[in-house]
């Protein structure tokens, strides 16, 4: 589950044309003329708002004041905050100022009722930057990281309720760390679900991370702007009016102040600290400023831990998968299926898979706990189904999968390869059963695009038992299943090119030049190894009459059956052959004695003696045939079929050979 919407969805949420009653609010163009005031401008000012209007900044009495500001500004990226304070009556204020497309903003501020003390005049001091950044390079753990930066945002805001909260990856927020006083209820280990923060909203935040409520009942203030005019974007702006369900919900969670801290690493939302006060609490720009600074070595601090999590597990997929790649060049390439079966096993460890499915030449295999019957047929149809023909991976069994219990228990996470033909490889992980803390019971549907849900008339915790999902594929995982499903499919391809240059077409059995090559193998193996070998010649016996009375396409399927016949009578790692026209070579390691072979002639009569049917015509053929022994007969590959042959000829005698 994903949640995401575009920028222009997030600008649409900022510019809403108000700002805070805590502060006032001035945009200037390039050529220095007044776009834009709040309506209080006048209050802090003494110009109203509507006497700024159009007029270039320093022709009003205060323009020379924000000159130096509004240069700057000028010169800084767009939402980089510049603090400064101006003195205009007698009365000093405090001014936050940046730029927007273009347009220069700057925000002004005097001192609030309850507002945190500034740093500079605070009795209790908090350790300085320096001493921050040596606390957090001794910890290597990232919410730990986070959770030093809580107690600081603590002790600095002074606000009844900081939490720490942590975004998943569907965008619910959970609690896990938090800092309370007075009576302020606690919510840790509770969890928030998306609709609470949409994606456009989540997407705001990560752009602004500083956010300052000081009063949820202050009436917002109207920005005036000359007629035809496009708004203010306000993105950036840390006087912005909160969304009137956002207010509510504070007050429902007993908050009459608030202020957030967005935790950015590495581009992405990674967390939110957010601060609730039970009376109104404001806040200087100079504080503000202060803790986005401890904000910002923070969430680098955090961004170079997940970078270094990331990179160690990169790591360990690359050196899983080099040697992968060292297995797959070993692989013999004429029948590699058994050594794929075996790493690919091997490599259900690395994919942290509790089973595996493999079907590879037709032949399948499983490891681990898989599902079995209609349950794994219905898997494989979905899969097969998916438009993506590369990969495809779930983490939460989909809907029309929840009918078989065998794929709840053991298939609630599965990643798919596709191979060549029909072949494939299915990755499995067992259901991961969790029970949710809520804060409040969450909306039945839980749509995460749009404005916040109303909200919840409780925030009471309340438990859900999640079933139906695996842990998740990690990008590392699913890039490498992508690389092995690329090395197996290349090394098929070139067992399958392998496969033509050694096997005879009629039959499909290996053709001269893969006995000559096995025999070579074979003798330097028996001569190295001391053991013993036997070589078997075979000649038809009344297949030419067959074939020139029924034609070539009978003797064709006549050799075809034969070669059946005779692939059942072998052991897994004997040869069968077909030299040529009606002759077949069978080659057979670790013979004992010459009475084993003569059982294995006895059986080759035995299974060729039978009646072939071919169309209508019940045929029956015969066959010679002649052993060598290594290496009481010949000690060499020719030596053997030379022997062989001789003997097939003896065994075939003067009238057979005369037929």
Request: proline share 5%.
């Amino acid at each position: 589950m994903s949640s995401h919407t575009s920028g222009k969805d997030a600008q649409s949420l900022c510019r809403i044309g108000t700002v805070q009653a805590h502060g006032a609010f001035l945009a200037v163009d390039q050529q220095g003329r007044c776009l834009a005031v709040s309506e209080n401008f006048g209050e802090f000012i003494g110009t109203p708002a509507g006497d700024c209007i159009g007029r270039e900044v320093v022709s009003l009495a205060w323009g020379r004041s924000f000159a130096r500001v509004l240069e700057r500004t000028r010169h800084a990226r767009d939402g980089d905050h510049l603090h400064d304070e101006i003195a205009l009556g007698g009365q000093v204020f405090e001014v936050l100022a940046h730029q927007s497309d273009g347009v220069n903003v700057v925000e002004i501020h005097a001192p609030g009722v309850g507002e945190a003390e500034p740093p500079a005049r605070r009795t209790e001091a908090v350790s300085d930057r320096i001493a921050f950044i040596h606390d957090l390079q001794a910890i290597d753990d990232i919410e730990v990281c986070a959770e030093r930066l809580l107690h600081v945002v603590a002790e600095l805001s002074g606000f009844d309720r900081v939490m720490l909260l942590r975004f998943g990856p569907d965008g619910h927020a959970e609690v896990i760390a938090e800092c309370l006083r007075g009576e302020m209820e606690g919510f840790f280990g509770l969890r928030f679900p998306a609709t609470d923060l949409p994606a456009s909203m989540r997407e705001e935040f990560a752009l602004n991370p500083v956010h300052l409520v000081p009063d949820i009942r202050s009436p917002a203030v109207v920005i005036v702007q000359a007629t035809g005019t496009a708004p203010v974007d306000l993105t950036y702006s840390r006087l912005r009016t909160p969304l009137p369900a956002h207010l509510d919900y504070l007050g429902r969670l007993k908050a009459a102040a608030s202020f957030s801290l967005s935790l950015v690493c590495n581009g992405r939302l990674w967390g939110l600290i957010a601060c609730h006060h039970a009376i109104p609490r404001s806040m200087s720009f100079e504080v503000q400023c202060e803790l986005e600074e401890f904000q910002s070595i923070a969430c680098m601090r955090i961004g170079a831990l997940a970078e270094r999590v990331c990179l160690e597990q990169h790591r360990f997929v690359e050196a899983a998968f080099d040697d992968l790649k060292h297995r797959v060049s070993e692989l013999n390439e004429r029948d590699p299926c058994d050594g794929v079966f075996d790493m690919i096993r091997d490599l259900r460890s690395t994919f942290e898979a509790d089973g595996c499915w493999m079907k590879l030449e037709g032949r399948e295999q499983t490891s681990g706990k898989v599902p079995r019957g209609y349950a794994a047929a219905a898997l494989l149809a979905w899969f097969r189904t998916r438009p993506d023909p590369v990969c495809a991976c779930f983490d939460e069994l989909p809907m029309p999968l929840r009918v078989h219990d065998d794929l709840r228990r053991w298939a609630s996470g599965a990643l798919y390869l596709p191979l060549m033909k029909d072949d494939f490889v299915i990755l499995l992980r067992r259901e991961h059963v969790e029970t949710i803390r809520w804060a409040g019971r969450p909306p039945a549907s839980q749509c995460i695009v749009g404005p916040p849900c109303p909200p919840r008339k409780s925030f009471a915790p309340w438990s859900e038992t999640v079933r139906f999902r695996g842990e998740p594929w990690l990008p590392d995982l699913q890039q490498g299943a992508r690389r092995l499903q690329a090395d197996v499919n290349d090394l098929l391809t070139r067992a399958h090119f392998a496969g033509l240059a050694f096997t005879d077409a009629l039959t499909g059995l290996a053709n001269r030049v893969r006995l000559h090559q096995f025999l070579d193998e074979s003798v330097t193996r028996a001569r190295r190894t001391g053991s013993t070998l036997a070589v078997y010649f075979l000649d038809l016996d009344g297949f030419k009459a067959i074939n020139d009375r029924l034609g070539h396409h009978a003797g064709d399927e006549l050799l075809r059956i034969v070669a059946r016949r005779l692939e059942r009578l072998m052991r897994a790692p004997d040869l069968l052959a077909r030299l040529g026209g009606d002759e077949f070579i069978i080659v057979q390691a670790g013979l004992g004695e010459r009475s084993a072979a003569d059982a294995v002639i006895r059986r080759i009569h035995w299974a060729l003696g039978q009646g072939i049917s071919i169309g209508d015509e019940q045929l029956t053929v015969g066959v010679s045939v002649g052993v060598a022994l290594y290496p009481s007969d010949a000690d060499s590959v020719d030596g053997l079929l030379r022997q062989a042959d001789a003997a097939m000829y003896r065994d075939k005698g003067p009238l057979r050979r005369e037929a």
